[in-house]
């Protein structure tokens, strides 16, 4: 069960990690970003020029009820600075907090009594983050694979065939190979 688990997981990382990627190389040309309304709040997440960014608006007026989901995606213009790089610029907009470690920017302001919360990630990290668990997944695929040969050692491996008993490599007792 916990083996099936991890495998779903790993594809649905998998899937992550490949769409991160096409976000990402695309995100030079294009400004993308998909939006969910869901009662008051707004969840926004953002792709533009190498960085993706995950974020939150509650607005001033709270009296939207509607759940709205929509896509947008518009060119970009060599010279034009897009709405995430003024966020987590140092422009004096409204009361901001801004933290920053390699690259990374967690972003919370208030502009006209609307709150914004943003994450913002160099979309790289999010592909290697998203990559790891399908390798991992392939690396005890592959050392499983390797170990259930038949006539070695399940635990390390050793060629069984001319040993009797356990194995001499490890001391692991020799299982008999069962057919069925």
Not at 4 to 24: D, E, G, K, Q
Not at 88 to 107: M, N, R, Y
Not at 151 to 164: E, M, P, V
């Amino acid at each position: 069960m916990i083996r099936r688990l991890f495998a779903a997981a790993s594809a649905i990382s998998l899937v992550l990690c490949i769409a991160t990627v096409v976000l990402w190389m695309r995100s030079y040309r294009f400004d993308q970003s998909i939006s969910s309304r869901f009662k008051s709040e707004q969840f926004t997440i953002r792709c533009v020029r190498g960085h993706l960014a995950v974020g939150s608006i509650q607005p001033a007026d709270r009296t939207v009820d509607e759940s709205v989901t929509f896509w947008d995606q518009r060119p970009l213009l060599p010279e034009e600075e897009s709405d995430l790089e003024w966020a987590i610029s140092d422009e004096p907009s409204g009361a901001k907090s801004v933290s920053e470690c390699f690259g990374c920017h967690l972003t919370r302001e208030v502009v006209t009594g609307d709150v914004q919360r943003w994450a913002e990630v160099p979309a790289r990290f999010a592909a290697v983050a998203f990559g790891l668990m399908p390798l991992i997944w392939l690396a005890v695929r592959l050392r499983c694979r390797h170990l259930s040969v038949p006539g070695h050692c399940r635990t390390c491996g050793y060629d069984l065939r001319a040993s009797t008993g356990s194995c001499p490599e490890c001391g692991a007792p020799k299982r008999s190979e069962v057919k069925g």
